[in-house]
């Protein structure tokens, strides 16, 4: 069972989904799925490449944007605002349980001008604690 939690109307995040979900995405209006999740990082898990075969046999789009224990780049972040500024639909995010994909794209909100406090009661409505990660936001948006 998926737990879908939408962050707003662009972007949405999830736990480690598996291939066989992704037709359901599909149905659900989704038009892309970023996997924020290092292949191996769990035994059991669905590697990358069979959630983009999914994904791209139902027509969506799938980018790897993998984050590891080493934190977040700014490379990370231009890639996510990039997948976000290209998408035409909604967008899933998947980790291990969310809070990444949550924090990458509060991270690349703020870095493409969006309001600090916005952005954490966005990431609060999903069920993410963004104050960790706050005075990043605050510094990526020009307001630190």
């Not at 109307?9 to 924020?36: H, M, T």
């Not at 999740?37 to 993998?66: K, M, N, T, V």
């Not at 690349?108 to 990043?136: F, H, M, N, V």
């Amino acid at each position: 069972m998926m737990n879908i939690r939408p962050v707003d109307d662009r972007i949405s995040v999830a736990p480690q989904i598996r291939p066989e979900d992704v037709p359901a995405l599909a149905a659900a209006g989704f038009v892309g799925i970023v996997n924020n999740r290092p292949d191996d990082e769990e035994p059991g898990q669905p590697f990358g490449a069979e959630i983009r075969a999914a994904a791209e046999a139902a027509g969506l789009s799938y980018r790897a944007i993998p984050v590891t224990h080493a934190g977040f780049s700014h490379p990370q972040v231009d890639a996510m605002a990039q997948v976000l500024a290209d998408a035409n639909g909604p967008v899933l995010a998947y980790c291990r349980s969310g809070t990444r994909s949550c924090n990458l794209w509060a991270l690349a909100a703020a870095k493409q001008g969006g309001e600090p406090s916005a952005i954490t009661a966005k990431g609060a409505g999903a069920g993410y604690d963004l104050s960790g990660i706050r005075p990043l936001l605050d510094q990526l948006s020009g307001g630190a």
